[in-house]
């Protein structure tokens, strides 16, 4: 009896569906705010390729530069972004399309090999495969730039420096990929399930396709997700092995080169160049160059959704 009445008094001093406490309202509000600290610059950044140059120096533009909006202006700054380069130009192009090669075999490459060895660590026994996780661990935390020396000297002794294949294959081995397979296949496929199928008669490359490989879906799609993006964002290793050939750039290094050659930052470069960069052009070129980043991760959404999930069990 006692119980019921205090269910009744909580139920009665809970806030009704639609009404609006002062909790409630205070958390909206500090979440709008911050929204709108984040939201601000992100509108104004991409408003930025719409505006002209004129109009930006002169300040005359408005609210967040909305007012000086064109299409007209992106078609410009476009063909001044395409532009760029010797002859014709093209060499933005090119650099989108060298990222996109890049990531995509980088990611695929990281996706064949991380899972296998994922699984591997996690559901095989074999000699050293502690020493195998440790190094993959170690491998995880150290710098990029501490690796980049031994790396350039063993791509310049197949005299490999400035193509681009080097650049895939290495951001191909993804230690981070095979450490979060390894953590997928520790959590969702229990060691019954293994030696069941060892049982049924099955050999280690037949679990690994028809059991493990049918359970992975969400971790190919972390895997190749962060691969891609860190493929995309990588300019160390590109500027290291790439810097001596200017068609096989890639985005990262070349929307550097964009900001090197503008009057805003280097004018005495800039001056014997046919296309001029200003803010709208180099504004442009960055929003261009986070597309595949965006659509990538519109489309891979569901399964990085699910894949947060990964491992958990009901209690």
């Known amino acids: 009896m006692a119980t019921s009445v205090s269910t009744e008094m909580a139920a009665a001093e809970r806030p009704r569906r639609g009404q609006w406490s002062a909790g409630r309202i205070a958390r909206v509000a500090t979440m709008l705010f911050v929204a709108t600290i984040i939201i601000f610059p992100i509108v104004g950044f991409i408003?930025?390729?719409?505006?002209d140059n004129a109009n930006v120096q002169a300040g005359t533009d408005g609210f967040l530069g909305l007012g000086g909006v064109s299409w007209d202006n992106v078609v410009y700054s476009w063909s001044q972004v395409n532009g760029f380069g010797p002859?014709?130009?093209?060499?933005?192009?090119?650099?989108?399309?060298?990222?996109l090669f890049v990531g995509i075999g980088g990611a695929v490459l990281a996706v064949l090999a991380a899972i296998p060895a994922g699984y591997a660590m996690a559901r095989l026994r074999f000699?050293?495969?502690?020493?195998?996780?440790?190094?993959?661990?170690?491998?995880?935390?150290?710098?990029?730039t501490v690796l980049v020396i031994p790396i350039f000297l063993e791509v310049n002794a197949v005299d490999a420096v400035g193509e681009l294949w080097p650049v895939l294959v290495i951001m191909g081995f993804f230690p981070f990929g095979a450490y979060l397979s390894y953590i997928h296949f520790m959590t969702t496929m229990?060691?019954?399930?293994?030696?069941?199928?060892?049982?049924?008669?099955?050999?280690?490359?037949?679990i690994f396709f028809q059991v493990a490989t049918p359970i992975s879906k969400q971790a190919i799609a972390l895997v190749a997700f962060f691969s891609f993006v860190a493929n995309w964002t990588n300019f160390f290793l590109p500027l290291a092995l790439l810097s001596s050939n200017q068609q096989n750039k890639t985005i990262s290094i070349g929307l550097q080169e964009l900001i090197g050659a503008s009057p805003l930052f280097?004018?005495?470069?800039?001056?014997?160049?046919?296309?001029?960069?200003?803010?709208?052009?180099?504004?442009?070129?960055?929003?261009?160059?986070?597309?595949?980043l965006l659509v990538?991760?519109?489309?891979?959404?569901?399964?990085?959704?699910?894949?947060?999930t990964v491992g958990a069990v009901k209690g």
């Open 266 to 292: 280097n004018p005495t470069v800039a001056a014997g160049l046919d296309v001029k960069l200003y803010m709208p052009q180099l504004a442009l070129a960055t929003s261009i160059s986070m597309i595949p």
């Open 296 to 308: 990538l991760f519109i489309c891979a959404q569901r399964y990085l959704m699910r894949g947060q």
């Open 127 to 144: 000699r050293f495969r502690r020493a195998v996780l440790f190094v993959t661990l170690v491998t995880m935390v150290i710098p990029n």
């Open 87 to 99: 002859g014709e130009g093209g060499l933005f192009t090119r650099w989108m399309m060298n990222s």
């Open 47 to 51: 408003a930025m390729a719409f505006r």
């Open 190 to 206: 229990p060691i019954e399930l293994v030696e069941a199928a060892r049982i049924d008669g099955l050999g280690e490359l037949a």
